[in-house]
C-alpha cells in the first residue's frame, strides 16, 4: 500500500516546503500537481531526488472556464486544444517519474453539459481513446476520476465510472473513487469499491466536510476494513482541503493554511492505524 497526499491541497505553499513536509511527517509519496511538473521537471527531479520522496503521480491541470482544456468540449478545436494539453501532462509524468495522470472527462467546475448530455459523454470519450495512445507510448496510466454533480456534468459516480472505463477499454485506463464525492453522489460508502474494486487504481480520502479523515462523518472504519477484505494495495491519497470559500480553489489564505498541515498530519496518523 503506497499512502501519499495531493500537493495541489497546499495552494500557493512553495512546493519545497510542501515536499519536505510531506517526507518528514512519513507520506510514501506525493500526488503532484500537474502543472508542477509540466512547467519544471528538472527542479521536481532534484528535488524530490534530494529528498528520497517518490511522486505517485499528478493530478491533471483542467479547470473551467478555460475551454481550451475541456475534453468534453462542444467545439472540436477546443477539444484538440485539450487533448494536446492533455498529453503533454502524459510526458509530465514520465519524466518526473510518476505512474498516473488523474484525468476528469469534463473540465472542473463544469456542473452544466453543452450538449445534451449523451453528447458530452461521446466527447469525453473520444478524447480519453485519442490520449491511449500517448499513454501507451510512455507506460503512464489514466485515472478517470468522477466528481459530484456539482463540479462536473459527466462522470459524478462509480457506475458512471465503470461505464466510462468499460467503453474506453483499455488496459491503461483505470478510475479512482473520492469518498468526499462519493458522499454526495453514493448510496452506500462501501458498495461502490467492492463491486469496481479491479478498475480502481487509486483512492482518494477526506472526510464528508473535506477535512481530516475522523473530523467529519463518514464510516472509514466500514471503508478501510473493506479495501482490506479486498485486498486493495495500490495507492491512497490524502485530498482534504482548508477551510474557506470556492471549493475549486486551494489557497484559502495563509491564516487558513496551517490547517492543511494538521489535516496532512492526522490524515496520516489515521490511515496507519489501517495499513501500516
Known amino acids: 500500500m503506497e499512502l501519499s497526499i495531493c500537493s495541489w491541497t497546499f495552494g500557493e505553499e512553495p512546493i519545497e516546503k510542501v515536499a519536505k513536509f510531506v517526507k518528514d511527517t512519513g507520506y510514501d509519496a506525493v500526488e503532484l500537481h500537474a502543472s508542477l511538473a509540466v512547467n519544471n521537471p528538472h527542479y521536481i527531479n532534484q528535488l524530490t531526488k534530494e529528498l528520497d520522496l517518490k511522486i505517485s503521480g499528478l493530478t491533471g491541470d483542467a479547470g473551467w472556464p478555460d475551454e481550451n482544456k475541456d475534453l468534453a468540449n462542444r467545439n472540436p478545436v477546443n477539444r484538440k486544444n485539450a487533448i494536446e494539453y492533455f498529453k503533454r501532462q502524459i510526458e509530465a509524468v514520465n519524466n518526473v517519474n510518476g505512474r498516473y495522470l488523474v484525468v476528469c472527462p469534463s473540465a472542473v467546475g463544469k ?116 479495501l482490506q477484505s479486498l485486498k486493495y494495495n495500490r495507492t491512497i491519497v490524502v485530498e482534504c482541503n482548508t477551510p474557506g470559500a470556492n471549493p475549486f480553489s486551494a489557497d484559502k489564505g495563509r491564516d487558513n493554511m496551517q490547517w492543511m498541515y494538521k489535516y496532512a498530519e492526522e490524515s496520516l496518523v489515521y490511515l496507519k492505524r489501517w495499513f501500516q
Request: hydrophobic share 40%; aromatic share 8%.
Open 111 to 226: 456542473s452544466a453539459p453543452m450538449g445534451n448530455g449523451k453528447e458530452d459523454w461521446g466527447w469525453a470519450v473520444d478524447s480519453i481513446h485519442q490520449l491511449t495512445e500517448k499513454a501507451s507510448e510512455l507506460d503512464v496510466k489514466l485515472i478517470i476520476e468522477p466528481l459530484n454533480r456539482y463540479e462536473s456534468c459527466i462522470v459524478n459516480s462509480a457506475d458512471d465510472a465503470y461505464r466510462f472505463v468499460n467503453e474506453i477499454n483499455h488496459p491503461l485506463v483505470k478510475t479512482l473513487l473520492d469518498t468526499y464525492h462519493m458522499n454526495i453522489e453514493e448510496k452506500d460508502m462501501v458498495e461502490p469499491f467492492r463491486r469496481i474494486c479491479e478498475m480502481v487504481e487509486v483512492v482518494h480520502v477526506a472526510d464528508n466536510n473535506r477535512q481530516a479523515l475522523g473530523r467529519g462523518q463518514l464510516p472509514f472504519q466500514h471503508i478501510f476494513s473493506e
